[in-house]
C-alpha cells in the first residue's frame, strides 16, 4: 500500500528533513515550546499538597505513565524536575533517550507533578503546536538520531545536552493539521502496539510452554507410563521408580571460583583463558555451551590465585545476581567467586545437569536471600538434589529436550521478527507523519494492515 503525499512541497532549508509540504512553518522548538518551566509558578501551594512523582521507571517507551506513586511537593521541589498537565517530557540520558522514553503528562494529581531530573520537559505554547504531535516529533527517529550525535559525557552518562532540544529545527503544520496528524498517529499505533502485544503474548506462552518441557523431562521421564515413587523431596515430587534422587554434589564435583588481583596486569593483560564471571550472565540465558568470555585471565593469574583450571564439559552456574544461569565449557575455563562449577561424574550427563538446573526456578528462589544482590549460599547450593536416571534415558530426555525445545525456539524467533518488523513499521510511520511525508488530511493509510502483510 503507497502512503498518500502532500500536493506541493517545498525545501526546508535543513538537510536532514529536506522537502516538507509547502504550507509548513520551519521554527525551532523553542519557538514553540517553552523548555522546563520554572517550579516558581506553584510557589503559592501549600507544601503538603500531594502531587504525582515519576520516577524514570514509571515513563513508558511507549508513552504510557504510571501514576500509582504519590508525594508532597514539600518531599519533592528540592530534588526533582517539576511537571505540569499538558507538558511533554523526554528522557536526556543514554539509553533512555534512544529507546524514545517521554510521554504527554496527562491525568498528573492536582495537574501537576515531580519526576527524575534525567527528564527535559517542553511546554507547548497554545498558539503554535499540541502536546500529542510535539510528542510524536521527538521519539521520531530522525529527532532521536541527531539527538544521539549531540550527546555529551561517557558511557552509561551520556545526555542530550537541553541546547540541542531548544535549537531543533523542524518543520511545524498549522495547528488543524497536527491535531489530524496526532489522532492518525495515535489510531495507527494503537493497532499496531495490539499487533506487538499479541505477539509479546504468544513469545510468553512459548516461554512457559519450553520451561515446563524441560522440568517435565527431567523430573518425570518421556515415558508417561512408568511406575512412580515419591521422591521424599516435597518440591520434586514423585519420579519413575527406577530412577536415583540424589544431591548434586554426589554425582558432580563443586568448584567454586574466584577473581584473580586486578590491580597485577600480569594476571590480565595477554590472557588467553576464558573466565567466566557475571558479565556473561546475559550470553548464558539463551544459550547453552560457552565458548568465549568478556574477561580472560593468564595461567600466572591462575598460579597464584585460588582461580583453578576447569576442564571443558563443566556446567557452570551462577549463585549471585541473575542466579540460575548457566551453560556448558567447550575449553578449560575458570570462573568468578560468583559461579559453581560442577564437573559432573560418571552417573550424570553435563547435558542432563544443565537442564535440571534450568527447570529448578522455584527451587532456587527458595534458597535465595539479599534485598539488593541475590545470592544463594554455599551451604545451600549443597543441598540441591537432582533426579539421576540411567545414562541411557538420560541421553534419551537430552535428545528429545533439544528437540522439542528447538522448535519452540523456532517459532519464538518468528514471533521476535514479526515484533520487529511491526516496531519498524510503527517507527516509519511516526517519521513521516511529522516529516510530511505524508499526507493524512485525506483519511491516511492503515498502518496495522501494511504491517501485517509486512509480516505475512
Known amino acids: 500500500m503507497s502512503f498518500p503525499r502532500y500536493p506541493k512541497y517545498k525545501d526546508s532549508g535543513v538537510g536532514w528533513l529536506g522537502e516538507v509540504p509547502e504550507q509548513w512553518r520551519m521554527l525551532r522548538l523553542r519557538f514553540v515550546s517553552e523548555l522546563n518551566p520554572s517550579k516558581s509558578e506553584i510557589q503559592n501551594l501549600s507544601r503538603e499538597t500531594v502531587v504525582s512523582f515519576l520516577p524514570m521507571e514509571a515513563i513508558g517507551d511507549d508513552g504510557t505513565l504510571n501514576l500509582d506513586n504519590e508525594r508532597t511537593i514539600a518531599q519533592l521541589e528540592g530534588g526533582y524536575t517539576y511537571l505540569r498537565d499538558g507538558d511533554v517530557t523526554i528522557a536526556k540520558i543514554t539509553p533512555c533517550y534512544e529507546n524514545g522514553k517521554g510521554a504527554v503528562m496527562r491525568g498528573l494529581l492536582n495537574g501537576i507533578g515531580f519526576g527524575t531530573t534525567e527528564l527535559i520537559v517542553a511546554r507547548p505554547k497554545p498558539q503554535e503546536t499540541t502536546a500529542e504531535y510535539l510528542h510524536y516529533l521527538f521519539v521520531s527517529q530522525q529527532f532521536r538520531d541527531l539527538g544521539e550525535s549531540h550527546m555529551y559525557g561517557a558511557g552509561g552518562q551520556k545526555r542530550v545536552p537541553d541546547t540541542f532540544v531548544e535549537n531543533f529545527m523542524s518543520a511545524f503544520p498549522p495547528l488543524r493539521e497536527q491535531l489530524d496528524i496526532a489522532d492518525f498517529l495515535d489510531r495507527e499505533t494503537s493497532k499496531i502496539d495490539a499487533l506487538v502485544a499479541e505477539q509479546r503474548g504468544l513469545m510468553e506462552l512459548l516461554k512457559e510452554k519450553r520451561q515446563a518441557v524441560i522440568s517435565h ?10 511406575p512412580m515413587k515419591d521422591s521424599g523431596i516435597e518440591w520434586l515430587g514423585e519420579v519413575p521408580a527406577h530412577w536415583k534422587v540424589k544431591k548434586m554434589k554426589w554425582v558432580a564435583a563443586m568448584e567454586s571460583g574466584h577473581t584473580p588481583d586486578k590491580k597485577v596486569p600480569d594476571y590480565w593483560e595477554n590472557g588467553d583463558i576464558p ?64 559461579f559453581i562449577a560442577w564437573v559432573c561424574g560418571g552417573e550424570l550427563l553435563p547435558k542432563y545437569l544443565l537442564f535440571r538446573l534450568r527447570s529448578m526456578t522455584q527451587e532456587l528462589d527458595r534458597l535465595t536471600s539479599g534485598a539488593t544482590v541475590k545470592t544463594i549460599g554455599m551451604p545451600d547450593v549443597r543441598t540441591l538434589v537432582t533426579p539421576v536416571p540411567p545414562m541411557k534415558e538420560q541421553r534419551a530426555i537430552v535428545d528429545w529436550i533439544s528437540t522439542e525445545t528447538d522448535f519452540i525456539d523456532r517459532l519464538a524467533a518468528e514471533a521476535q521478527r514479526a515484533i520487529d518488523l511491526l516496531q519498524e513499521r510503527r517507527t516509519a510511520l511516526i517519521s513521516a507523519a511529522v516529516t510530511g511525508q505524508v499526507d493524512v488530511r485525506r483519511g491516511g493509510v492503515d498502518a496495522a494492515s501494511v504491517a501485517v502483510a509486512a509480516t505475512a
Open 275 to 338: 573466565w567466566v564471571s557475571l558479565n556473561d550472565t546475559g550470553y548464558l540465558k539463551d544459550n547453552e555451551y560457552i565458548s568465549e568470555t568478556a574477561y580472560s585471565i593468564t595461567a600466572k593469574g591462575i598460579e597464584n590465585s585460588s582461580a583453578r583450571l576447569l576442564p571443558s564439559d563443566v556446567v557452570v552456574f551462577s549463585r549471585d545476581a541473575t542466579i540460575g544461569r548457566c551453560a556448558i565449557t567447550t575449553r578449560p575455563m575458570t570462573v568468578s567467586q560468583h
Open 217 to 226: 523431562a527431567v523430573t518425570k521421564g518421556l515415558n508417561p507410563h512408568a
